[in-house]
């Protein structure tokens, strides 16, 4: 092999490059099991396709059938984790991928580095997508990103990057506005979830200050608890109030 040809597979990421022994890979049936605990909804047509828009690139055996590695299953999750929790398009997911096959750093909350195709970058690290990158994702003219900003509805992160949360407002906002619901409209939902912000820091501000050692820990938990429920009767509020009007 040539020095370019060593340099080319080493920038297309030896996770899908290196023949492992056969004793350390896996089927897709055995990878399925794997993965199934965390994304229910995942399935051998699926994996199938990732690998056809080229995200996860098996090896083969002798005989034709595709064999994972663990590097392949690691990456494999970090592109459902991503798709799931950050709602990125496929081809986005791609590009971060291909910036990490290449050495590259992505920019992520807090400026650390993503640690290429693990759980725990998936899970820890926030990937931040910039100007263009959301504007796609959320299919929102730049115009509306602007108007959105003004409000005070999507703020971006260090570097003008956004986070998942932007790209869920900016993109639910996209479909508000095709009812003719613009981002001066939409000052009444902010100012609402403020106000439930304020009822989560009521409950876990004193569970805060008794600092002890799991203080921290449960915080959190009724942070989470208590924001879900108080969507959740938001929700039921807003429905039944919807409910009423067209009878």
Do not use: W
Not at 118 to 131: F, M, Q
């Amino acid at each position: 092999m040539s020095p370019a040809e060593g340099n080319s597979a080493r920038a297309s990421g030896p996770a899908r490059r290196d023949a492992a022994p056969a004793g350390q890979t896996m089927s897709i049936g055995e990878v399925l099991a794997q993965l199934r605990p965390d994304f229910a909804d995942v399935s051998i047509s699926k994996i199938r396709f990732l690998e056809t828009e080229g995200l996860v690139e098996p090896q083969r055996s002798p005989s034709g059938y595709r064999r994972f590695t663990h590097d392949d299953v690691a990456r494999l999750r970090y592109v459902l984790t991503v798709q799931r929790d950050h709602y990125l398009p496929l081809r986005v997911i791609k590009e971060q991928l291909a910036q990490l096959d290449r050495g590259m750093e992505l920019v992520t909350e807090g400026g650390s580095s993503v640690t290429p195709y693990t759980a725990a970058a998936a899970a820890n690290d926030e990937v931040l997508l910039p100007r263009a990158s959301l504007l796609e994702a959320a299919a929102i003219s730049d115009e509306l990103l602007t108007e959105l900003e003004s409000y005070g509805l999507v703020t971006a992160r260090r570097g003008g990057a956004y986070d998942a949360d932007a790209l869920l407002v900016a993109r639910t906002a996209g479909e508000l506005a095709q009812y003719g619901l613009q981002p001066r409209h939409l000052r009444s939902v902010r100012t609402a979830a403020e106000r439930q912000v304020g009822l989560v820091e009521q409950v876990v501000a004193p569970i805060f200050r008794q600092r002890s050692a799991d203080s921290r820990g449960r915080a959190e938990e009724a942070a989470v608890d208590v924001a879900r429920l108080t969507v959740r009767l938001h929700a039921a509020l807003v429905d039944a109030g919807a409910r009423r009007l067209s009878r």
